[in-house]
């Protein structure tokens, strides 16, 4: 059973830092493109960072670039995610998603866990 579990989340005060971690299991998570993204009260799902399958490749959103580093350890199973100069509209639930095309069995996601950034 393919499961991806999101930890790391809390309370931090605006400008502080927080280190997310995604562990997966049941999966070849080096075949997988791993994701994270956010969704704040009221607002749709969105893209927060991506990294390739190999690790070579990131890509950020623009309203992350500069503050959040994401990176995987496929040894470990395990992608990170390192954000800091958090700020108030920061505030979300973050998921990790491990993506390898939309065919059925292919897309997964974790349960999410949940960034509260105080101004």
């Known amino acids: 059973q393919v499961q991806l579990v999101e930890s790391g989340g809390g309370l931090v005060q605006a400008g502080g830092s927080l280190n997310l971690s995604c562990a997966a299991s049941?999966?070849?998570?080096?075949?997988?493109?791993m994701n994270w993204y956010r969704q704040a009260p009221g607002k749709e799902r969105e893209f927060v960072a991506r990294?390739?399958?190999?690790?070579?490749?990131?890509s950020y959103a623009d309203s992350v670039k500069g503050r959040f580093t994401i990176s995987r350890d496929d040894a470990k199973s395990t992608t990170n995610l390192e954000m800091h100069s958090l700020k108030p509209e920061d505030t979300a639930v973050y998921y990790c998603n491990a993506y390898a095309g939309e065919a059925p069995g292919y897309n997964h996601w974790g349960q999410g866990t949940q960034v509260t950034v105080s101004s």
């Open positions: 990294i390739s399958w190999n690790g070579v490749d990131t």
């Open positions: 049941g999966l070849p998570v080096s075949y997988y493109v």
